[in-house]
């Protein structure tokens, strides 16, 4: 007899067979996982509404030379707007008919359960008062984000 060198049909057919049970398996385990993400939960991270609402509004508090045009808190047919102008020409503006806060006609952040600006001019400066509130942020009252101008 010669030496038996190589693979045969059998040995393919098990490796095979092993292989698809691995993949099979490794599948059904990122199936179980991917099933069990929400990506609407994800979306409504309002956490994240909040991050993105301060780093834009601390970007326009930083800008230099700015100050404040107009600011006001209004009630129409049971829809609260409030907005904030400031002189570079940029408009932050929340609505409660939809819980989105605006920079000019952008939406920047949405689920937004409760936000109003107001502001003091005292010593030389403004003093921005925001009560921002969503699910999980309660950033209102003796909490509220002050900003300095």
Not at 41 to 62: A, R
Not at 74 to 101: A, D, L
């Amino acid at each position: 007899m010669r030496g038996n060198k190589g693979i045969t049909l059998t040995s393919v057919i098990v490796y095979v067979i092993g292989m698809l049970i691995v993949v099979g398996t490794i599948a059904n385990l990122t199936s179980f996982f991917y099933k069990n993400i929400n990506q609407d939960e994800i979306q409504k991270d309002t956490t994240s509404q909040y991050t993105k609402f301060s780093s834009t509004f601390l970007e326009e508090i930083n800008n230099k030379d700015n100050y404040i045009i107009d600011c006001k808190t209004k009630m129409e047919n049971g829809i609260k707007q409030s907005y904030i102008i400031f002189s570079s020409g940029n408009q932050y503006t929340y609505t409660s008919e939809n819980g989105c806060v605006y920079k000019n006609n952008v939406k920047i952040c949405e689920y937004i359960d409760d936000c109003d600006f107001s502001y003091v001019y005292r010593d030389s400066k403004y003093i921005i008062k925001v009560n921002f509130r969503t699910k999980s942020v309660d950033m209102t009252g003796d909490n509220a984000i002050v900003y300095y101008l």
